[in-house]
Structures are given as C-alpha cells and as structure tokens.
C-alpha cells in the first residue's frame, strides 16, 4: 500500500513541452504533509489489521 501511494503522488513531468508551460505541475512538495499523514494513517491501519489477524482463532 505505501508503494502504491508513493508511486501515485510522485512528480511526474510531462513529455510535452507546451503543456509543461502551461499548466500548473504538479510538484511532491506542494503535497509533502498530506502525503505523509495518508502514509501515517496506512501504516496505522496496516498494522492494526495485522493485530486483529493475529488475534483470530
């Protein structure tokens, strides 16, 4: 799941220069604290389902 998000929200930049220009890129640290909250929350959540897989029979 954290490669996944990671994969989603990095900088991608596009192959044509005009619209490069012209349109707002997207850049990683515009984002940084939301993404690194949404990491926090899966990380929470993964490991909260890994206690309650455990903790069944």
Do not use: G, H
Request: net charge negative; aromatic share 10%.
């Amino acid at each position: 799941a954290l490669e996944w998000i990671l994969d989603q929200y990095k900088e991608k930049k596009p192959r044509d220069q005009t619209i490069a220009e012209k349109f707002n890129t997207y850049r990683f640290a515009d984002y940084k604290k939301p993404v690194i909250e949404l990491l926090q929350r899966v990380c929470t959540i993964s490991v909260e389902t890994m206690t309650i897989i455990e903790e069944m029979p």
